[in-house]
Structures are given as C-alpha cells and as structure tokens.
Nanobody, 122 residues
Framework: QVQLEESGGGLVQAGGSLRLSCVASRTFGGYNMGWFRQSPGKVREFVSAISSSGGSTSYADSVKGRFTISRENTRNLVYLQMNSLKREDTAVYYC????????????????WGQGTQVTVSS
C-alpha cells in the first residue's frame, strides 16, 4: 500500500507558475507516477507521467512545453512544474502511482492522492 499526498496548489494569475509536489508514504522507486486533473463538470484527464527510473516522461498535448514532471526517488517525491498557466488549467490535480506500467491510462493507476486545487485567474 502506498499513500500519496499532494501539495503546492493555490491561486495564481494567468501566465504564472506553480510547482506541485507529491510525497509517497514509503519507497516508491519501483512505481511509475502520473499526474491527472479534473475540472468542474469534466472527467478526470491525464496530464503527465514519469517512469520509475525517471528516464521516460509523457505529457498531454495541452500541457506540453509548459509543464515538467520530475521525481526524487531518494525522497519519495514527484513534482509537476507548471509554467505559463492558463485559465483552462484550473482543476484539482491528482498524483497517482502505477507499479506495472508507464503511461496515460487512468485505470492502470492503483494508488491515488486526495488532490490539490489549482486555480488560475485571468
């Protein structure tokens, strides 16, 4: 069992930056990690993923070039650096862990955090 806790959300103006963090309750070096988000009235969507080693990353087209995912396995942390934020990035952001494969498929992720709210104002 792995517990995940996100932090770093908040209110930011369009064009600004935020860095989200996700800490795992125990060593998670063997897990692929992902970030997903859900806006009001919309289904949860994939944002980014990083392989267990950190050697591979993946991004949704909507955030490519603006967001960067990274991880520190020695500290059980995964980050999502979000730059050039837009109003449409407003959502609850979730961290998730998948012990088996690397990718964007939400159903493959087993462990989920509670989410952190990101609000981008114009």
């Amino acid at each position: 069992q792995v517990q995940l806790e996100e932090s770093g959300g908040g209110l930011v103006q369009a064009g600004g930056s935020l860095r989200l963090s996700c800490v795992a309750s125990r060593t998670f070096g063997g897990y692929n990690m992902g970030w997903f988000r859900q806006s009001p009235g919309k289904v949860r969507e994939f944002v980014s993923a990083i392989s267990s080693s950190g050697g591979s990353t993946s991004y949704a087209d909507s955030v490519k070039g603006r967001f960067t995912i990274s991880r520190e396995n020695t500290r059980n942390l995964v980050y999502l650096q979000m730059n050039s934020l837009k109003r449409e990035d407003t959502a609850v952001y979730y961290c998730a862990a998948d012990p088996r494969r690397f990718g964007s498929e939400e159903s493959a992720y087993i462990y989920w955090g509670q989410g952190t709210q990101v609000t981008v104002s114009s």
